[in-house]
């Protein structure tokens, strides 16, 4: 189902969702925080930029949906890491299990079984919010969302990479004190990290590390 993304990858981004959850709380495991709970808003906010108002005119907002998928992405990897007690080496070997997982058989959901084939974008994201209320974690589902918001997981394993770079980067130059500056000659930061991250190979292992020693060179001393 996955083709395009590696097991190095994977491992990759879960030890990125770690380091940033223990900055957030060093304690994040105990804590359990309810990360499917962050999963239905995320997807509730897609449904927002795609537009589902039948009583007034709205545009798909296609950058930002994807933008919200990338979010969702992360409180995924955070709940599989926070089944697995924070080990990565288990918590990868789930995710690879779930990632296998084909779901164009559907998926049952309260007794009702729900062709997922032949729902449209707007039926997925509800059907995700409902799977996350109820913390089932549907990654098929999830897959043929990636497909609808014309996303591989390829491109998404390089937006949640340099959104979490960039989320560290931040706090490690002063972005919970306020002495971070969001613009550098002119323009601001995420502008910056698009234009890294065209210039390096996503492929290798340390593309990470590279892309925040990038932002560090460029960042105004």
């Known amino acids: 189902m996955c083709s395009d993304i590696s097991k ?7 030890r990125l969702q770690a380091a940033m959850n223990s900055k957030v709380d060093p304690d994040w495991v105990a804590a359990a925080y309810p990360y ?6 995320e997807a509730a906010e897609a449904m927002e930029h795609h537009g589902w108002k039948w009583w007034k005119k709205q545009h798909c907002d296609l950058p930002q949906l994807q933008m919200e998928l990338v ?15 924070g080990d990565l080496e288990r918590a990868s070997t789930a995710l690879l299990d779930h990632l296998q997982n084909d779901a164009t058989a559907g ?26 209320a ?5 990654f098929g589902l999830f897959a043929l969302i990636l497909t609808d ?26 972005y919970k004190d306020g002495s971070y500056q969001k613009i550098w000659h002119g ?10 991250m ?24």
């Open 71 to 85: 979010d969702i992405w992360h409180f995924l990897l955070s709940e599989v890491l926070l089944r697995e007690s």
């Open 8 to 14: 190095a990858q994977i491992s990759t981004m879960l």
């Open 187 to 196: 323009r601001e930061d995420n502008e910056h990290l698009v234009e890294l």
């Open 107 to 132: 998926i049952v959901v309260d007794g009702t079984h729900f062709e997922l084939q032949q729902m449209n974008l707007l039926e997925k994201l509800q059907l995700l919010i409902a799977t996350g």
């Open 149 to 174: 918001c014309q996303m591989s997981w390829a491109e998404l394993y390089r937006q949640y990479v340099g959104k979490n770079v960039l989320n560290f980067f931040r706090q490690d130059h002063g």
């Open 36 to 41: 499917m709970r962050a999963v239905v808003i």
């Open 134 to 138: 109820t913390n089932r974690l549907e």
């Open 198 to 221: 065209g210039a390096l190979p996503d492929q290798n292992e340390d593309y990470p590390e590279k892309l925040y020693q990038a932002l560090k060179l460029h960042y105004p001393a």
